[in-house]
């Protein structure tokens, strides 16, 4: 152990094990809720059809969290990170078990948005530990293991679990994912109780009300214009990653290489199957969180965030345009792997530069917020995808989404100053 801790202290190790394990519930859930609904006990209602709810249970928890991640800063901010943790990882672990047990609409989305508070305390503890157990030198590499360690967790709900809700039943499936995740209750408890600086209520008014512009923008006490606009830079950024690569890309994968298909629904001369296809890609998507979270996280604390975030956002900008150029499956086979991989190490990049610009006191509501950009872009990107393909096509949303990646890109460039003077992590 004291061998490893210089690679990756052991109580981060205790911060991303139970979200990894408790995660598994709500992966599956997006891959069998729409193909066995009604086993969930979901059909039209109240005018609206099936569809619909589906797509609002899916969505239920990251519009949830738009709110709960700014709660979550302020439950940590005055209780400490331990027990708050632990019992977010319990109620993670609840709601899966009522995934299984539970029937109906409103059990449903009751559950869901349970998870998406969850989730909110499960994520920023994470990222607090990261930040009160290590230093720069290290802390990309950390953030990149919480990325791999939840989707991990993710990689085997959609293989095993699926296969197991295949073979038995949704009831069998989703309770043993319960009972495993309860597991991490356990592990929960190691995690070190940081307990992050409070603001008083008087500095500069936050906290006294709870709106949108106080959670996503408003002044935080003892920032100043040259903090703020390098903090909105890096939120803009995160936004724009999860709005293109996390929704309107996966959301749309499937019925964008459908246009390429034949009769059959096949491409590439009957070799694939459009939706085999496409499923590759999103596991893909998955396996690079996995296997390239700590080594991109590396990468970021040796050759410094700004390059980090310019390499990964130039290959995004330019996998999404040559897809729209060749217009082919060809093409998207090769864009989207560049763009997930891409997307990993932007990712990882910004998560370490948000905490390192924040300031002690604030760090907690700042990455709160920070998170909530995040979750924004996730649940817009697959609405607001197929919006734009239905008025322009697919390739207008891809251009779109490049367009949002260059402009926020720019606004990170500008507001971040002089790249000589920032190219390396700021110590702490």
């Known amino acids: 152990m004291k061998r490893a801790r210089p690679i990756i202290p052991v109580e981060m190790v205790y911060a991303v094990s139970p979200t990894g394990v408790v995660i598994m519930g709500d992966s599956l859930m997006y891959v069998v809720l729409p193909v066995a609904a009604l086993e ?115 990689f085997v709900a959609v293989t095993a679990g699926a296969v197991l809700f295949h073979l038995t039943s949704r009831e069998v499936t989703f309770t043993a994912l319960a009972v495993i995740g309860l597991l991490g209750v356990l592990i929960a408890t190691r995690v070190p109780n940081l307990r992050p600086e409070r603001l008083r209520p008087s ?60 009769a059959n629904d096949r491409v590439l001369n009957g070799a694939f199957a459009v939706v085999t296809l496409a499923g590759l890609l999103v596991g893909f998507r998955w396996l690079s969180d996995i296997s390239l979270g700590v080594l991109m996280g590396y990468l970021s604390d040796r050759v410094g965030r700004r390059m980090s975030i310019a390499c990964g956002m130039a290959a995004m900008v330019a996998s999404l345009a040559m897809m729209v150029a060749s217009d082919s499956v060809i093409a998207v086979i090769i864009g989207m792997p560049l763009l997930f991989v891409a997307a990993v190490g932007v990712n990882t990049a910004l998560d370490a530069a948000i905490g390192e610009t924040a300031t002690g ?52 460039v500008a507001a971040t100053g002089n790249p000589r003077r920032r190219q390396r992590p700021r110590q702490q």
């Open 40 to 154: 969930f006990g979901v059909d039209g209602q109240l005018g609206l059809a099936t569809s619909f709810w589906i797509g609002l249970a899916l969505s239920i928890n990251r519009f949830v969290r738009l709110v709960s991640n700014a709660f979550a800063a302020s439950v940590y901010q005055r209780f400490g990170v331990r027990w708050p943790f632990v019992a977010s990882i319990a109620a993670g672990a609840l709601s899966t078990l009522a995934y299984g047990l539970g029937s109906g609409v409103a059990v449903l989305l009751l559950a869901r948005a349970v998870w998406g508070v969850a989730y909110s305390h499960m994520r920023l503890a994470a990222q607090l530990t990261a930040f009160g157990v290590g230093t720069s030198a290290i802390r990309g590499r950390m953030m990149g293991l919480f990325n791999s360690g939840q989707r991990f967790g993710s």
């Open 361 to 412: 006191p604030t760090r907690a509501a700042v990455m709160g917020r920070y998170a909530t950009w995040l979750d924004l872009g996730a649940a817009l990107g697959p609405f607001a995808g197929f919006l734009i393909a239905e008025r322009i096509g697919f390739g207008g949303a891809f251009l779109i989404a490049a367009a949002l990646l260059a402009v926020t890109w720019a606004f990170y």
């Open 203 to 262: 500095a500069g008014g936050f906290g006294n009300r709870l709106n949108v512009w106080d959670i996503a923008i408003s002044r935080l006490p003892g920032y100043g214009r040259k903090l703020r606009a390098p903090l909105l830079s890096i939120s803009l950024m995160r936004f724009a990653t999860a709005f293109g690569a996390n929704g309107l890309a996966i959301a749309t994968m499937a019925p964008y290489i459908a246009r390429f298909g034949d």
